[in-house]
């Protein structure tokens, strides 16, 4: 394992180059490595830094080779006739670029109005760069309208994470304790593939003898080394967490006394699990009800545990949900806030923890302070030396935002910095479409990406190596990114066109292009705030490898784990919450038989801006490929490399056909990297979940055909064939409403009112039911079966009984009693190893807290099983 250089900038290497301390450019573990440049090209080496231990990826180690790129941007481009996108891209100058980026804003917002131009950014930005952006938006543009690409990853697991423990950060302590942990929980995360230098810990972990449990519907690499693997159907992860507790519950594996001294609400949830008895889990998700058992055995048993969530569990229209239900589980066992334990979530982008931070959110200032209180208005408002009341009101989500472009009331004119939607936005044909529909378009990348390419304006960024800042990894640790190397002549970093944009918009006196500066007035604007850096400074970051929020005070240690004595919420408690499973939005129908769910792959990342570009990630991951299991591979004619077309009620899509019996039957995966006829996001639905406002990535209806056998190129579906994109929806008036009106989302995350879902009556169906060992003691000593058949109907509402179902595998005759509160209200008998199907019109009404229960009677000393099946409706 090669050595850490002395802490510092730089280290002479020759009599032309320099050494340099940095960070790999791509996923958030952010490890550490030595850059030499000077000479082309660049070289680097992995460093010892606390979250890769020497260790680097595929994906790192070739990072250097992007920044001679031969389609690298040099020269700011701009349309050969303004206002035309079919007329060619051209170099330019900076002056001229600009200019018309400049008069485009002031056009539209003469015309539209302030938010009529927006922002989009990305979660690879630099915290400084990211910063600078939120202000840009609040002070130079004075617009509502901006958000980012995070919203599309992380905002799922924020929203969860502020309802349960009052503060969003991914993981709460290093990553290090994951070795330590007894038992490991990852629900819907592949670090082997995501992040593997992240693998060491798992590994230690294993070699201590720890059990690792992974949840996901494909047997991925992590999978294959876990102990336990659970294989839900995609969206239904949230049913599996709630059986989870339902056992823990049923079996007394709840640790009472953290619950009674730690939390509160846990009653609603007690209550809320009850209808998830492990063989109606097992129905909703397909995974067995011995390894439920075997599950919450583990976790409740184990010294240390720890509970992961990832993007496969939360980006679901009920994502939010899905995270707080596991967030519960780890509540209930006492694990959040003891040494060694804890619920976590992976972050994904580079700078994923500190893009939601600082400002790019559409409801948020930095330091997680929000936009609709109107004291964190004013701290922010003085730190930018602007009046509170001139700071705008929160504006649309990200797919909201893409949504409404060219629409009146939504944006004409939009900035995108270090994102490609054309690509990573769901329903991506019909995000092309509206991004066609815009006035102008301006985007700042180093290659021409698919967003990129739809631009009036394209402007040329400096890269990671190229560039100074600070990020903040999966951990919360605040790291420095150096400067490595100069970028081309003519390229400039982000935090240098903001502060240039700025100045020809009357704004400049309030921006810097220097990041040492921008990162001193970030500390600032988060002084007080949830994620506070006041005490962080660039010389701390240096001399700790990285320092972690928060920081309030420049003596303050940092926190490095969250939770020990206290929650982040007023009554230092954390919260349970009371969620339910329901359906994924679309479902497969006779058109659309199979659940089709997406993800990375190892040798690509993100938008594949970058990696599809790098010629050694070519070799390993040339193509996108659909994997298929072998039962519908056969039953649909499809062998290995076969061309497959995938097809939606959005879209339709190409790829390679991988035939592997690591996924399940009835679900097809594939990679979103790629753009173009093999884009995973044609075909991916835009239901936004209610709290985050996060697109249900993971789970669409699909149908899958084969079109010819392998091509060394996949080609395009027809154009004639591809379903036209949803046509905007009518403009609605927005009213914008003062600070102190705005209405709170669930779990405390400020934004604007979230439209209630309603129907004329709603109904929600309950069951009793499963199979349980029936021992008699006499057919006049009925008893109790199982905890799973008892039910309180919730206050405020009322219940029907509409039919039971009941088996018999004895020799005798049993009967089961139907009682309310404790009464008696009708028994039904079951002959020898005989059924009984008994349609309920007595029991009528059964108020809002009464309880039901199931008990059974059989002769003395009779065993065998019996099956239960009650249904209600709960109204």
């Given amino acids: 394992m090669p050595a850490a250089l002395p802490s510092g900038a730089a280290t002479p290497a020759g009599p032309r180059t320099r050494t340099t301390e940095t960070h790999c450019p791509y996923c958030s573990l952010q490890c550490g490595m030595a850059v030499t440049a000077g000479d082309r090209p660049a070289t680097l080496v992995p460093l010892d830094f606390p979250t890769n231990r020497g260790g680097l990826c595929s994906k790192g180690w070739s990072a250097p080779e992007l920044l001679d790129h031969p389609e690298r941007l040099t020269r700011p481009l701009v349309r050969a006739v303004p206002g035309d996108r079919n007329s060619p891209l051209v170099e330019s100058t900076w002056d001229e670029a600009l200019g018309r980026v400049v008069a485009a804003i002031r056009r539209t917002q003469a015309e539209h109005g302030r938010d009529a131009v927006g922002c989009f950014g990305g979660g690879s930005l630099t915290n400084e760069q990211a910063y600078s952006f939120g202000k840009f938006a609040r002070v130079a543009l004075r617009t509502s309208a901006i958000d980012y690409n995070g919203r599309f990853c992380m905002s ?24 330590e942990a007894d038992v490991v929980v990852l629900v819907g995360s592949n670090p082997a593939d995501t992040m593997p ?18 949840v996901d519907p494909r047997r ?39 619950v009674a001294a730690r939390t509160t609400g846990f009653e609603a949830v007690r209550d809320a699990v009850r ?20 599950a919450v055995s583990a976790l409740a048993s184990a010294r240390t ?64 302070r929000r936009l609709a209180d109107p004291a964190d208005r004013a701290h922010v408002a003085a730190v930018w030396g602007v009046d509170p009341d001139d700071l705008p009101v929160p504006g649309r989500s990200a797919f909201e935002l893409l949504d409404a472009l060219g629409t009146d009331g939504g944006v004409r004119t939009l900035l995108v910095l270090a994102s490609n939607v054309a690509v990573s936005a769901p329903d991506a ?25 739809l631009a009036d304006v394209v402007l040329p960024s400096a890269m990671w190596a190229e560039e100074s800042g600070t990020m903040t990894n999966l951990e919360g640790r605040v790291i420095r990114r150096r400067r490595a190397t100069d970028p081309p002549d003519g390229v400039r970093d982000d935090l240098q066109l903001l502060a240039e944009l700025a100045g020809r918009l009357g704004a400049g006196h309030l921006f810097s292009a220097d990041p040492e500066t921008v990162f001193a007035e970030l500390g600032r604007a988060s002084a007080g705030g949830a994620a506070d850096y006041s005490g962080i400074t660039y010389e701390r970051i240096d001399a700790e490898q990285g320092v972690f929020w928060p920081c309030p005070a420049p003596e303050h240690p940092g926190t490095p784990r969250l939770f020990s004595e206290r929650f982040a919420t007023p009554d230092g408690r954390a919260r349970f919450v009371p969620v339910h499973h329901v359906g994924a939005h679309e479902q497969p129908d006779a058109d659309h038989p199979y659940v089709l769910t997406t993800g990375r792959v190892l040798a690509q990342y993100q938008s594949g801006t970058q990696t599809r570009r790098s010629r050694g990630l070519q070799l390993v991951a040339p193509v996108p490929r659909a994997e298929l299991h072998p039962d519908l591979a056969a039953r649909l004619g499809i062998a290995h490399d076969d061309v497959v077309e995938l097809a939606t009620r959005r879209g339709r899509a190409r790829f390679a056909a991988a035939v592997t019996d690591t996924i399940r039957p009835d679900t097809v995966f594939v990679p979103f990297h790629w753009g173009g006829g093999s884009s995973a996001n044609a075909l991916t639905d835009a239901a936004l979940d209610p709290v985050s406002e996060m697109p249900a990535f993971k789970a669409c209806a699909v149908a899958v055909t084969r079109v010819s056998g392998p091509e060394e190129r996949v080609p395009p579906p027809a154009a004639d064939t591809q379903p036209a994109p949803r046509p905007h929806a009518p403009a609605t008036a927005r009213t914008p409403l003062p600070p102190a009106r705005l209405s709170r989302a669930r779990g405390g995350t400020p934004t604007r009112p979230i439209p209630r879902r309603t129907s004329r009556v709603k109904s929600t169906p309950k069951f009793l039911q499963g199979v349980f060992p029936l021992t008699g003691e006499g057919l006049a000593e009925p008893g109790p079966v199982d905890p799973a058949l008892r039910y309180q109907v919730p206050a405020g509402a009322s219940a029907q009984a509409l039919y039971f179902r009941g088996g018999n595998s004895t020799g005798e005759l049993v009967y089961v009693l139907l009682l309310r509160d404790g009464e008696p209200v009708r028994w039904f008998p079951i002959g020898a190893k005989g059924d009984v199907h008994v349609p309920l019109r007595v029991v009528e009404d059964l108020p809002g807290g009464c309880v039901v229960e199931l008990h059974a009677a059989a002769p003395e000393g009779v065993r065998g099983e019996l099956v239960v099946d009650l249904g209600l409706v709960e109204v």
Avoid: C
Avoid at 156 to 170: L, N, P, T, Y
Avoid at 283 to 289: E, N, S
Avoid at 306 to 312: D, N, Y
Avoid at 437 to 443: C, E, G, I, K
């Fill in 305 to 368: 545990a720890i509970v992961l969530t990832a993007r496969g569990a939360e980006q679901h229209s009920s994502g939010t949900d899905t995270a707080t239900a596991w967030a519960n589980l780890a509540l209930a066992l006492g694990l959040p806030g003891r040494p060694g334990s804890g619920w976590g979530t992976l972050t994904g982008q580079g700078n994923g923890q500190g893009g939601r931070e600082h400002g790019q959110k559409a409801d948020q200032l930095p330091g997680y």
């Fill in 429 to 453: 044909r019909r995000v092309i479409s509206r991004l066609g529909d815009l006035d102008f378009l301006a985007v700042s990348d180093f290659f021409l990406s698919e967003t990129a390419a």
């Fill in 197 to 214: 230098p992240a693998m060491q810990y798992l590994d230690a972990g294993r070699q201590r003898g720890a059990l690792h449990v992974v």
């Fill in 156 to 179: 799922s697991a924020a929203g969860a994470a502020v309802r349960a423990f009052g503060i969003d950060r991914g993981l709460p302590f290093p990553l290090a304790d994951v070795a």
């Fill in 220 to 258: 991925t690499a992590t999978a294959r080394s876990a102990g336990l693997h659970l294989q839900p159907l995609p969206g239904t992860d949230l049913a599996l967490a709630n059986g989870l507790l339902h056992v823990a519950v049923a079996e007394g594996l709840v640790d009472e006394a953290y």
């Fill in 275 to 294: 209808g998830y008895w492990t063989d109606r889990v097992e129905r909703i998700t397909g995974v067995p009800a011995e390894q439920q058992r075997r």
